[in-house]
Nanobody, 124 residues
Framework: VQLQASGVGPVQAGGSVRLSCKVS????????MAWFRQALGKDREFVAG????????EYADSVKGRFAISKDNAKNVVYLQMNSLEPEDTAVYYC??????????????????WGQGTQVTVSS
């Protein structure tokens, strides 16, 4: 299984960007997909998650109302639309996938596969 994340260059505060995560290697009919981020000097934290089958989603409180996670099953791609960006959103963003359902969305160690990370820099 491979996760390939892609994003954009620096963005100003208040702006928007969309991250993409291409999934390859096997089918993901019953998987959980998520985005995490890690700011310099901080721990990796959960941002948003989505069930590959169905429409269930989850968001960190810090991004609710500003970010939206979505997927395109036909293309095997998961997106993270980020609006009203703030300098505090600056971080390396990672997509992740797991097969297990019961763990909390935010449990880092429950995820089996990780993308390489893509830098998002928000300037004030």
């Amino acid at each position: 299984v491979q996760l390939q994340a892609s994003g954009v260059g620096p963005v100003q505060a208040g702006g928007s960007v969309r991250l993409s995560c291409k999934v390859s290697g096997r089918t993901f009919n019953s998987y959980v997909m998520a985005w995490f981020r890690q700011a310099l000097g901080k721990d990796r934290e959960f941002v948003a998650g989505i069930m590959w089958a169905g429409t269930s989603t989850e968001y960190a409180d810090s991004v609710k109302g500003r970010f939206a996670i979505s997927k395109d099953n036909a293309k095997n791609v998961v997106y993270l639309q980020m609006n009203s960006l703030e300098p505090e959103d600056t971080a390396v963003y990672y997509c992740a996938a797991r097969t297990e359902f019961r763990s909390p969305w935010s449990r880092l160690r429950s995820y089996d596969w990780w993308g390489q990370g893509t830098q998002v820099t928000v300037s004030s």
